[in-house]
């Protein structure tokens, strides 16, 4: 079973960056692809990136298109999101989430493990 860590949420005032990680438990990370979620309060968890189990394909949602990068280094078993030009519409408790099998599943209920989450809050 997949453990996963997030962290580097903070408070951050909007047009600035910010960088989460996420770190897993296994050695196995390498098999798993990988996706990035948010929930603000009173909202539906939404998909906002998800990367394949190499690194080499990435997919993200509409809103975070070109704002957002996530990467991954599978010898230190960890994803990243890099986040620019943050906005108050941002601002949500982020997770990651592994999966076995084809990347780009925006459903969470496709995803097979999740981390507790990090807080992001961006001020106007």
């Known amino acids: 079973q997949v453990q996963l860590v997030e962290s580097g949420g903070r408070l951050v005032q909007a047009g600035g960056s910010l960088s989460l990680s996420c770190a897993a438990s296994e050695r196995t990370f390498r098999n798993y692809a990988m996706g990035w979620f948010r929930q603000a309060p009173g909202k539906e968890r939404e998909f906002v990136a998800a990367i394949s189990w190499s690194g080499g394909s990435t997919s993200y949602a509409d809103s975070v298109k070109g704002r957002f990068t996530t990467s991954r280094d599978n010898a230190k078993n960890t994803m990243y999101l890099q986040m620019n030009s943050l906005k108050p519409e941002d601002t949500a408790l982020y997770y990651c989430?592994?999966?076995?099998?084809?990347?780009?599943?925006?459903?969470?209920?496709?995803?097979?493990?999740w981390g507790q989450g990090t807080q992001v809050t961006v001020s106007s």
């Open positions: 989430a592994a999966r076995r099998g084809p990347y780009s599943q925006t459903a969470p209920e496709k995803y097979d493990y």
